[in-house]
């Protein structure tokens, strides 16, 4: 799996200075392509809750040129140097994740999540913790 994001120092630098960042609980567009022809756009969350309220909303383009367009533009943004390739590893204690980036062309890990503090990581294990699997 590949993780895009802005915590990679090269695509820091090259994002606008004032970029927008997302917090719990506000909206993120959805983006699917379909064949490489059909787009979605919309706020719809692949989980059984949004899929129970049907309070979502979308909109569907039939656009072989917006599709190739948008794939491409994904394909850019999860390359190397501005994405992760994320592994869980085994270890003597269990199973930990590793975020395999490159920067420079030189290969690093990091074994925490990229751009979090400890309290960002506290404060998903005690989500963890809340009995909502099934709305997984």
């Known amino acids: ?17 004032r970029a927008v960042r997302l917090f719990f609980g506000q909206p993120a567009p959805k983006t699917f392509l379909i064949d490489r022809r059909i787009v979605f756009v919309g706020s719809l969350n692949l989980d059984p809750r949004s899929m129970a309220l049907n309070t979502e909303q979308g909109l569907v383009v039939e656009s072989e040129s917006l599709a190739e367009h948008l794939a491409r533009s994904f394909e850019l943004a999860t390359g190397p140097g501005l994405s992760y390739r994320v592994q869980v590893e085994r270890t003597a204690g269990g199973r930990r994740l590793v975020w395999h980036g490159e920067e420079d062309g030189r290969a690093f890990e990091l074994y925490d999540e990229p751009g979090t503090h400890w309290w960002n990581r506290f404060g998903v294990c005690l989500l963890g913790m809340l009995p909502i699997q099934g709305q997984l």
């Not at 590949?2 to 994002?15: E, L, Q, S």
Request: charged share 20%.
């Open 1 to 17: 799996m590949r993780v895009a994001g802005p915590w990679i120092p090269a695509a820091r630098a090259a994002r606008p200075q």
